[in-house]
């Protein structure tokens, strides 16, 4: 992790106060580092379903640890302190309260969970496309050799797209790799509806693309249309209620009137009006009289979803490589007034002044390998897309993209390959406290600070170097991953 050394408020730790976050200190990779991280593969073993009994009653204690810090030196001989599932110091080597398990990372690096903002770990393939489509229930929790590949490569959370056909496909999911009770599983859904998901089909014909964006707009229209309805049907129901409330008042009047009239006895009802047969006057004055309930409109669960990202409780993310699709999909969200994402944008650097004008942010998918010319929705790809986003004004982020899951474990390197064509750019950031704010989680995930999530990575060396592996890997408090053999990782017994 790129990091700081900063003060923190007073009391916010018994621990000498501190804290370790990312920063932005630009560090690329030539082009023969790049294929060495990428090529990097020791054998590990997994600590997955092996018992754990009592860590989160006992300190789990990283020793010896080396932080790097904003001005590119590091901290040395530092600790971190884990327990109960959080981080409860940063810092200097101080003394721990308590029983503690020690880990000695003398030559090791430690840094928060990486996160991948756009990923498909572990996905299944998903139904057809739907508004009430959830991304987690696609999600393979059982997927153990995935989850151990991105584990190996430091990543501990990312989000999940819907996929299915094009137009709404469904609700993104922010995924961490929490490990399940018993072991042998993960997955814990932090954010269940992080984003209504949207394809614009930028695969598709021209023709069919048109149709897409049209059924959109009908969609839309059709849900603000639903809710007219149910406000109209609740202002109806009070109005029959109102009603009914009235004409029992006016009853109860008219009884009480009866009776006082009678000497408590109700006078005694006319069974002829003048003019008709007996009781047909009545039964008149009971239709004339007669109040109807208003009828509920069938609910409409898809539609009760996209009004949630009309009324911009829910971010939407448009799936969008074309630049003319992105244009589409500015006027879309200017249209609904949506709090709208792109994802992909292999051409969002064509039009980056409409992006940047239009408030938009990118999240940008895999760079690996797109120096090649396909004819495709990719055929226009740059690998300095995102500088020239950058230049523009245009928010971006980077993920590791959803056309092949198993690629999420290199978010890292995709990070870097982005950072060596942007200034002043931080790849470990990118894919740490930048992807949590981003996803909306970085309150409690991206950084190494006390009360944060005990979500951290032990490294064999600097993780932006060529060579460096992940020794290892911690999720929730617990040991999740562990390197055979790693001499960085040797347990130093309770104390």
């Not at 072991?183 to 930028?202: F, M, P």
Request: glycine share 12%; charged share 30%; hydrophobic share 35%.
């Amino acid at each position: 992790m790129i990091a700081t050394f900063d003060r923190v408020d007073a009391g916010e730790t018994t621990a000498p106060p501190g804290e370790v976050r990312c920063t932005g200190r630009s560090r690329g990779l030539s082009g023969a580092a790049v294929l060495a991280v990428a090529f990097v593969a020791a054998a590990g073993t997994q600590a997955w379903g092996q018992p754990n009994f009592g860590l989160q009653q006992r300190a789990t204690v990283l020793e010896h640890a080396t932080l790097l810090k904003t001005d590119g030196g590091t901290i040395d001989d530092a600790m971190v302190v884990i327990r109960g599932g959080v981080i409860e110091h940063v810092g200097p080597a101080i003394e721990v309260q308590g029983r503690a398990t020690r880990i000695d990372c003398k030559g090791g690096y430690v840094t928060s969970g990486l996160i991948d903002v756009y990923s498909a770990l572990g996905m299944t393939t998903t139904r057809s496309g739907s508004a009430v489509n959830r991304a987690f229930d696609a999600f393979d929790r059982y997927d153990t050799d995935s989850f151990r590949e991105a584990f190996r490569n430091g990543v501990t959370m990312m989000y999940l797209p819907a996929t299915g056909s094009s137009g709404i496909v469904g609700i993104g999911a922010v995924v961490r790799l929490a490990p399940g009770e018993g072991g042998g599983w993960a997955g814990e859904a932090v954010k269940d509806e992080a984003a209504l998901c949207i394809d614009l089909g930028s695969g598709d014909a021209a023709l069919r693309r048109l149709s897409t964006l049209e059924s959109l707009r009908r969609q839309f229209k059709d849900a603000k249309t639903y809710r007219e309805s149910l406000e109209t049907y609740e202002d109806d129901l009070k109005e029959y209620e109102q009603k009914i409330k009235e004409r029992a008042e006016k009853e109860a009047k008219e009884e009480a009137k009866s009776k006082e009239g009678g000497n408590g006895k109700p006078a005694p009802a006319e069974d002829k009006k003048e003019g008709g047969k007996p009781g047909e006057g009545d039964k008149k004055d009971e239709k004339k009289d007669e109040i109807t309930k208003p009828k509920k409109p069938s609910p409409d669960p898809s539609a009760d979803v996209v009004l949630k990202a009309i009324d911009r409780e829910m971010r939407v993310r448009i799936l969008a490589d074309r630049s003319s699709d992105i244009l589409n999909a500015i006027d879309f969200a200017k249209e609904f007034n949506l709090d709208a994402v792109i994802e992909g944008g292999s051409e969002a650097y064509l039009v980056a002044d409409q992006l940047a004008e239009a408030k938009i942010p990118i999240v940008l998918g895999s760079f690996m390998g797109s120096g090649l010319h396909r004819n495709d929705q990719y055929r226009r790809q740059l690998d300095r897309s995102a500088a020239v986003l950058a230049d523009a004004g245009v928010k971006w982020v980077v993920g590791s993209g959803v056309s092949d899951g198993p690629s999420g474990r290199f978010v890292l390197l995709n990070a870097q390959l982005v950072a060596a064509n942007v200034s002043d750019v931080d790849p470990l950031r990118m894919v740490t406290r930048d992807a949590a704010e981003f996803l909306g989680v970085g309150d409690r995930f991206g950084r190494l600070a006390p009360r944060r999530a005990a979500d951290v990575v032990v490294w064999s060396g600097d993780p932006l170097a060529a060579g460096t592996r992940v020794e290892r890997v911690y999720v929730d408090g617990k040991l999740v991953y562990r390197e055979s053999g790693s001499a960085g990782g040797s347990e130093g017994g309770e104390q």
